[in-house]
């Protein structure tokens, strides 16, 4: 994940910038209130406000910057980390334990309030620049964060617009702070010594006058202050500063822009593009030497070039200047903008910055370059939870409609939807890639035709013999190094396994798994140990049975996997071990684990799915849970529906069933839910109303009414508060 540090730090402190010592001694003032809301629009100073009660308060103080690419939980969710780590070290677990595709938001919150709460002394967090947040999953983290905030922390967000937080339930309990306009807009005081420090003298009737017409709005001071200092006369600075965008954007080249020397202008629009700077950076993006110079000299006499670090290696550009720079760039040389993309996705790809050269070359139009790049990335990006991310990606070639011309990405774009549990959006990139002209050799050595036998095999679609077939021809046209060889090889395997040639199986697992560990494959090689288990219980060999369950558990913890698909089968089996040992809680809490996950276990994996669900039934059955078993082996049933060519897994599934059957009086419980049930779970312990979660969830109210009616029914309890509570108990709540 690109981390990047300045995000972490509040901009330095620097000559020229006002005090807003009434507003952050109102702010020290309510030390004690958990929430702060500094809300108003561009420009108004937030940024600033906080920067400088961050200087003077006794908590220790956190910080992130929010950006663009912080729309993915898992990103997000690492920056607060990482800036709660920074104040005082956290438990490392907590830091790799906050996102994964199965994983819940409420409970990675849930771990970063109880990281707060078990800190030495009372910590603030600020999250600036809240409104770059559209990611729903993102907007209701913030949100939990501030409704678990432990006695003693403080979060202080910035946002130009009013942040989707339960204000009004903490307004009504006096736990909540809110700045607007009203109070950000600069008194005559504070005017007067914005202007002195940008070397303005105007007398006191032209300071009112200006104060008047700008109604306070401190960016719009400045702007009228610099537009001074180049030369415009105090009658025409800075009229009707209201935010009016547009208004301002043609005043700013009017009586700003219009003074500056038109290589200072080109140096300003040209490089807007970017949402840092850096010497090396403009140099490449302009073709030019000197930039280091430049922005030492533009900071010096321009508080709206802001500096990210104490180094002044990395600056940005005030937010709203940016955008009217940008605006410039496109009206003037709107020809110019995707080669200046182009130049810095080139230095960013160069520079170990990978994911900021896919935005730049997606912005440049460069579609073989972000290809390459989503190639390489896509897969680390999952690894690291970052699912949103990569659907950005490849949402990106869907949207322009370039999905036929890079294959290789519709395959990995149909892989990951599979992995997340998305069965139909699976198919369809499949179906892309399958259509799609493929010639050529990858980087990795391996042709093209190898990757789409590969998705074949793990999608299954067309039986288990054209399953086995495409792996051997995966298997002869991968790259020795390509990163998909541990995967091919388990499948090999599991192909193996489904035929019944359960030796022959073990051996070809035995070799993937070191493979897999080699590599660094930790899901290939969980799930390789997972299923050399089932090998052994096969045999009747519960001791080795155990052992390779734990072993592949231990990959799961190593790995962090918790959240993922792959984990679903280890838990399951290593469960079944449990019972044969005759540990009932330990079983109960892997099953636990495994039961979270039945969402992501689809017709998209549906060999690996049924797999686990009569794991699963065969668990329940044991501990004399019909009621559970039934609810597996109907989604298991629905599975073999849409794949019924398993091998022997259909077979495997109608005597599950016909034992089950034989049972009788059994109680419905809390393994018996639904997957539609499940997917619920993790919005129950939230602030979220049921209407709420219906939006969440693309359901209508009633069906998730319906949903929280059986699972209390199954929970055996009659509230919400109950069934958390519950939850929590069966290991069923992250």
Known sequence: MELVESKLHPPPARPGIVPRTGLVDRLLASSAVPLVCVVGPAGYGKTTLLAQWAQRTAHRVGWVSVDQHDNDPAVLLSYLAVALDRVEPIDPRVMRRLAAPGASIVGAVSRLAAAMAAMTQPVALVLDHVELLANQQCLDAVAELAAQLPRGAQLLVASRARPPLPVALLRAQGRVVELGVEELAMDRQEAAALLEGAGVQIDDTEINDLIKRTEGWPVGLYLAALALRAGAPPTTAGPGFTGNDRFVADYLWSELLGQLPPEQVAFLTRTAVLERLSGSLCDAVLETTGSTSVLASLEASNLLLVPLDRQRWWYRYHHLFQELLRAELDRREPDLVPELHARAASWCEANGLPETAIDHAQAAGDSDRVARLVWSMAMPAYGAGQVDTTRRWFGWFEDQGLLGRFPEVAVLGAWLQALVGQPAAAERWADVAEQAPVAGTLPDGSTAQSYRALL????????????????RAALDELGSGSQWRPTAQLLEGIGDLLVGEADR????????????????????????????????????????????????????????????????????????????????????????RAARLRPLLTYALPYFAVQTLLELGRAYLTLGDVAGARAVLRQARDILRQRPDLGILSEQAQELRSKVAAVHGATVGVSSLTAAELRLLPLLPTHLTYAEIAERLYLSPHTVKSHATAIYRKLGVSSRGQAIQRLQQTGLSA
């Open 456 to 471: 074949r095999a793990l999608l299954c679609r067309h039986g288990l013999d054209r399953m086995r077939a495409d792996i």
């Open 505 to 592: 199986a073990d051996v070809i697992l035995a070799r993937a798994v070191e493979v897999a560990t080699a590599a660094g494959a930790l899901p290939a090689a969980a799930i390789a140990l997972a299923e050399r288990s089932l090998v052994a219980i096969q045999h009747e060999d519960w001791r080795q049975a155990a052992t390779l369950a734990e072993q592949a558990e231990d990959v799961v913890r190593v790995g962090e996997l918790d959240g993922y698909v792959a984990s679903a089968l280890v838990h399951a089996v290593a469960a079944r071990a449990d019972l044969q040992r005759g540990d009932v809680p330990r079983a109960q809490k892997r099953l636990g």
